[in-house]
Every structure is written in structure tokens, then in C-alpha cells.
């Protein structure tokens, strides 16, 4: 069976009035929800454009004063004014907290997806009908 159809059909997209001193429509929408679209567009390119630019001067930031981030690195890592070697002073310092920091991180990630599939089909409270 087909189904019924109203005798008065009208597609608001394609029907638009022209009322003299009144906001024009933008795609069927009224004055205020055009003007919110745009509002919420403007605050969008604002949203992204202040990070890209925050991004770009750090990037800027750090191309122009690279040797002193550098150097700045290498003495605070252990890697410069080494003992017997060149990377004497890492191994003994600061390289040494990465055999501390392995076994830290495989427990967690043990412990994270232990917890994902202990979790994965369990329902949670607001997911159950309400009993009556």
C-alpha cells in the first residue's frame, strides 16, 4: 500500500517569504538561527585558529633558539662534560630511570587491559530497565 499523502504538501526549504524590514532566511532558517549559524561558525575559527597559531610561534620559537635547547638538553640529560666516555653521564643518570620506568609501564598497560575486557559487555547502572 502506498502511503497517504496530505493534499497540502509544502517543503519549508524551498518556500521562502519576503516580508519588507524582516531578516532574510539563510536556507529555511529563520533570522536568529542564521545568525546563531554564524556566531557559532565565527567562535569555531576563533576556536582553531588560536591553537594553529600558538603552534606555529612554538615552532618559530624553537627553530630560532635551537642551539640553546639543545645545549640546555644535553647538560641536564648527563650527555655533555662526560666521565670516561661521551654518554657515561647518561647511562648513570638520567638514562638509568628508563630500566625503572619499563616494568612501570607494563604493568599499567597490563592493568588497563585487564580492566577493558574485565569491562567489555558489562552494562552499566543507567543502561538497565527500571524493574517495576
Not at 123 to 128: K, M, P, S, T
Request: hydrophobic share 40%.
Amino acid at each position: 500500500m502506498a502511503p497517504v499523502q496530505s493534499a497540502r504538501m509544502t517543503d519549508s526549504s524551498t518556500t521562502t517569504e519576503s516580508v519588507p524590514g524582516a531578516p532574510s532566511a539563510v536556507a529555511g532558517r529563520s533570522g536568529s538561527e542564521a545568525a546563531h549559524g554564524e556566531s557559532t561558525s565565527a567562535a569555531r575559527r576563533i576556536a582553531l585558529g588560536v591553537p594553529i597559531a600558538m603552534l606555529i610561534a612554538g615552532l618559530g620559537l624553537l627553530i630560532a633558539f635551537f642551539a640553546a635547547i639543545r645545549h640546555w638538553t644535553a647538560l641536564h640529560t648527563g650527555i655533555l662534560n662526560g666521565g670516561p666516555d661521551r654518554y657515561y653521564d647518561f647511562w648513570s643518570g638520567f638514562g638509568s630511570d628508563l630500566g625503572e620506568a619499563t616494568p612501570i609501564s607494563a604493568v599499567g598497560i597490563g592493568v588497563y587491559t585487564g580492566a577493558r575486557k574485565v569491562n567489555c559487555h558489562t552494562r552499566l547502572l543507567g543502561d538497565r530497565p527500571s524493574s517495576p
